[in-house]
């Protein structure tokens, strides 16, 4: 069996080059300098010219990092992905979108509507779309900072507020993230961490009365984040029949992960996502005015209408109360 192993291959070309002094030619190309009759200046002046493109292409300012791998941070600070259900009424979708792309035009922010039929969830509930959604949206976005996720339910209520300026930088987060906090109140066992450091951040969550939430949540751009959303999406949760669905499945992450819970700030629901509507936070979570998200949890589901609940919040936004 040991033999049928094919050798181990590196990226790394073969040291030839480095080690001898004498260039490497190959035995083909040496045959042929050597035979009589050819033109021993041509084969030399080929062999000079392919060392010269070969230089020039080494020594451009691009070589290779600045072409190949997008640098994270050089881009917009967040991109907002808010995914849609085109089943929904196409009025309440276009301000859907509207309230976004304001919101983001002010902040030089992105936007990303990918709809819900556009990933395979393999008869999972469609809410589980925003997870192969971010990850989406980072092929698009591959030089932004952060993400954030927000379901359609919510409405973005005060744009002067700057999340990537006011929330996330590391300062920020060490002073308003929520330490030994049982995970799903009120007392399950596993905690917050006490002793996060900012800059360590990847993901950054509100809990509201039940628990952790997950309609309104940012990721930092880069390798950590790929690994936790494709951890969220392990077809095993998504098979699994969790009552809340992919909410159910990230606290269920979160609890029996260190290594995630490591990078997590929890944040007062009222920074990232405070309700208009439904179980709000005790202490903060109910939506209140300069609050910079409404959400109105559930309200796409039957029986309920997001375009009639968000109705007066809309009317403020268009300007017409005040
Ligand atoms: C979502 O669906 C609508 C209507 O079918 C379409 O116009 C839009 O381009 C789709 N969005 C994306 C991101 O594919």
Not at 35 to 64: A, E, F, H, K, T
Not at 275 to 299: M, R, T, W
Not at 311 to 322: M, T, V
């Amino acid at each position: 069996m040991h033999f049928a192993m094919p050798p181990r291959k590196t990226s790394r070309p073969p040291p030839y080059a480095a080690r001898n002094s004498r260039p490497y030619i190959p035995l083909w190309l040496k045959n042929r300098i050597r035979r009589p009759g050819q033109p021993r200046v041509v084969v030399v002046g080929c062999l000079v010219l392919i060392v010269l493109i070969w230089l020039l292409r080494g020594s451009g300012p691009d070589n290779g990092v600045g072409l190949a791998t997008p640098v994270i941070g050089t881009g917009a600070p967040i991109v907002i992905v808010t995914v849609l259900d085109q089943k929904k009424s196409p009025g309440w979708i276009e301000a859907i979108k509207k309230n976004r792309e304001d919101y983001a035009r002010r902040h030089g922010y992105k936007t990303f509507f990918p709809n819900n039929t556009d990933y395979p969830l393999r008869g999972a509930p469609s809410s589980w779309a925003k997870i192969p959604a971010l990850r989406h949206a980072m092929t698009l976005h591959p030089t932004a900072s952060f993400f954030w996720s927000l379901d359609p339910t919510a409405l973005i209520m005060n744009s002067n507020i700057a999340l990537h300026t006011s929330l996330l930088t590391p300062q920020h987060l060490e002073r308003v993230m929520i330490v030994n906090e049982p995970i799903v109140p009120p007392d399950s066992v596993i905690k917050t961490f006490g002793n996060l450091k900012g800059d360590r951040i990847d993901v950054v969550v509100t809990q509201d009365k039940d628990g952790l939430t997950q309609s309104s949540f940012l990721v930092k751009n880069g390798e950590w984040a790929k690994y936790f959303l494709d951890a969220w999406f392990d077809p095993i949760y998504r098979s699994y029949n969790f009552q809340k669905a992919e909410a159910h499945a990230l606290e269920h992450l979160v609890q029996w992960h260190g290594t995630i819970l490591a990078k997590l700030a929890l944040v007062p629901q009222n920074l990232l996502n405070s309700y208009a509507s439904g179980p709000a936070h005790l202490k903060h979570g109910q939506y209140k005015e300069g609050d910079i998200v409404a959400n109105f949890p559930g309200c796409d589901k039957e029986k309920r209408n997001c375009a009639d609940e968000m109705e007066p919040f809309l009317a403020i936004l268009r300007g017409e109360k005040n």
